[in-house]
């Protein structure tokens, strides 16, 4: 029919750029190596033997923020450690997700005293939230695809 | 929100050696955000070269206002807020937090529910031995000790899941007993568990025991004498691990602890090594004292008939006025404890766990505190490190198995 049917028959697959970024950053999304309190146990497990992240591609945690692309906020953060996690988020380089796991990280859970951030979106910017106290491995693993399918439909013109 | 301030050495001149002043000796930062700090410790280092001449810890970084948080919400209400406190003893925070609230009102437990939270706290401890396995061989590279154990939490995990819903925030053992009666699978469940452990534990120390590469990482580091844990204030398998054999759960039994035959692993070296030996033999005396458990679990109530202080079961709101109306009462206003102070300890996996509570006649408590061992074990961190590699340092924050949550809370 048309050029793909062509390009086919000669080994090629053509596609855009922006899908091309877009999938290889979904399938080599790397967090950053950063605990903070009950959900970084359920976010260990998720990455150990039993649930096993790396089948998205996701088993590299950097305990740099230089070289990650993804902060899950794994925990409550207090006002203490805010402006550390500030500064970590900004470390990071473009482009980077963030995930609020856990009610304490969405918007401050079972503490609303005058300790705990309100949710951690008061402190950077937040693409995907994930319930539960804390959320199950197959909660943080579901929030990690919605993340994916968010990104695979990001557009080059947003890059910037 | 404030922003990062820049220290200067001179703020710190009550903290660190004059070396430091001069510029002989550097200061490192360390934390809050590290992979081996086990959540969020930062610790200032003294360094010089290599060595560590001085170790600083700054904690409060996961300060949660627990405590002030219970004030303000009745008693049952207030155990929600427990589980969070040393999130991998969860059961364990429950269990002190309702031996505490039964004392200041004087409730019984019947038997089988002391049988069952005898049950669950073991199951717990060996969970988060793992973990704290799984990590701390992690920080000493050995990556694959992880992945094995936290095949066997997750064992672990699903029995908590099974009772309680919940695979880490249980909230299963209540004032007066536990939340409801076990599944019928739990016994199966945790018998297979109790068969299973002891392989599993034998395979780790396969491992690590006689591993070159574990011995020489922990051998003669971070080592704590008797005399100075005692002088600290130290608790749990650090002091087991220097010799000590004291153990609450032996010297101040509760939940009938007393009827179980189990013995106080210790180990006489005081290092890495020895705490390592003295967690391993603990999982294998929780197996024995769950298996022991399983057998003599007598069937009866779960949950004291006390109705001033426990809601009456479902099946009877419906058939009696008076257990509607408790049920009304507790859910809505809660019980009144009386103007009294009492203090319960537990031995958590990590050492003694206190907690103070202080009633004022109302449904709320007027204070609670917790007095946890992360908090006192951390104190140690400057005496077990000085003088060590900074490499070291990792393997110690390790060893004294900390869990920021419990120092913070």
């Not at chain 1, 473009?94 to 979106?121: E, H, R, T």
Request: hydrophobic letters at 40%.
């Amino acid at each position: 029919m048309g050029l793909e049917e062509k390009t086919g028959n000669m080994g090629v697959v053509t596609t855009t750029l922006e899908t091309v970024v877009n999938w290889s950053r979904t399938n080599s999304m790397w967090p950053l190596l950063f605990g903070l309190a009950c959900c970084a146990i359920e976010m260990m497990g998720a990455q150990a033997s039993n649930y096993d992240l790396s089948r998205f591609g996701m088993e590299l945690n950097r305990a740099s923020p230089r070289q990650s692309d993804l902060m899950i906020v794994a925990g409550r953060v207090s006002r203490k450690m805010a402006p550390v996690l500030r500064q970590l988020y900004d470390q990071m380089p473009d482009p980077k997700w963030v995930l609020a796991m856990g009610d304490c990280a969405s918007c401050g859970g079972v503490f609303n005293n005058y300790a705990i951030v309100q949710g951690v979106d008061e402190v950077v910017p937040v693409d995907v939230y994930v319930s539960g106290c804390p959320p199950r491995p197959e909660g943080l693993i579901h929030g990690i695809l919605t993340l994916h399918e968010k990104v695979k439909k990001e557009k080059i013109t947003h890059w910037a | 929100m404030t922003n990062i301030r820049e220290v200067t050495v001179d703020e710190l001149r009550h903290l660190v050696s004059d070396r430091a002043m001069t510029g002989e000796t550097m200061l490192l930062n360390m934390g809050p955000q590290h992979p081996s700090t086990h959540g969020v410790l930062r610790l200032l280092l003294e360094l010089d070269g290599e060595i560590v001449v001085n170790c600083i810890p700054d904690i409060g970084f996961l300060h949660t206002g627990v405590e002030k948080n219970m004030e303000a919400k009745t008693y049952q209400k207030a155990e929600v807020m427990t589980d969070r406190l040393d999130y991998m003893n969860s059961v364990g925070n429950n269990l002190v937090y309702c031996l505490a609230v039964e004392k200041l009102v004087g409730l019984d437990v019947p038997v089988r529910a002391q049988v069952l939270r005898v049950i669950l706290t073991e199951l717990q401890r060996i969970s988060s031995h793992l973990l704290w396995l799984g990590t701390s061989c992690l920080d000493l590279a050995a990556m694959s000790v992880f992945l094995y154990a936290m095949r066997e939490r997750e064992m672990i995990l699903g029995v908590m899941e099974m009772v309680s819903g919940q695979r880490m925030m249980t909230t299963y053992i209540r004032p007066g007993g536990v939340w409801r009666d076990v599944p019928p699978e739990f016994v199966p469940a945790v018998q297979e568990i109790v068969n299973v452990m002891p392989g599993r534990i034998a395979e780790y120390e396969s491992m690590l025991t006689q591993n070159m590469l574990f011995t020489e990482r922990t051998q003669g580091i971070g080592v704590i004498s008797a005399e100075d844990c005692a002088r600290y204030g130290l608790s749990g398998p650090v002091i087991r691990g220097a010799g000590v054999a004291f153990d609450l759960r032996k010297a101040r039994p509760y939940s009938g602890y007393e009827q179980y035959d189990f013995e106080v692993p210790t180990y006489d070296t005081g290092d890495i090594f020895g705490r390592y030996m003295v967690r391993m033999e603990e999982m294998r005396q929780s197996v024995r004292i769950v298996r022991q458990a399983l057998s003599r679990l007598p069937a009866g109530p779960v949950l004291s008939d006390n109705r001033k202080f426990v809601p009456p079961p479902r099946s009877e709101i419906g058939v009696s006025m008076e257990a509607l109306i408790h049920h009304f009462k507790l859910w809505t206003e809660g019980f009144n404890a009386p103007r009294e102070s009492v203090f319960a300890t537990t031995e958590s996996p990590r050492g003694i766990l206190g907690v103070f509570l202080e009633g004022d006649g109302g449904p709320k408590p007027y204070r609670v505190h917790y007095v946890t061992p992360s908090f006192v074990n951390l104190q140690s961190m400057p005496l077990l490190t000085r003088q060590h590699f900074v490499a070291d340092v990792v393997g110690i924050i390790g060893s004294i198995d900390i869990v920021l949550g419990d120092a913070d809370r």
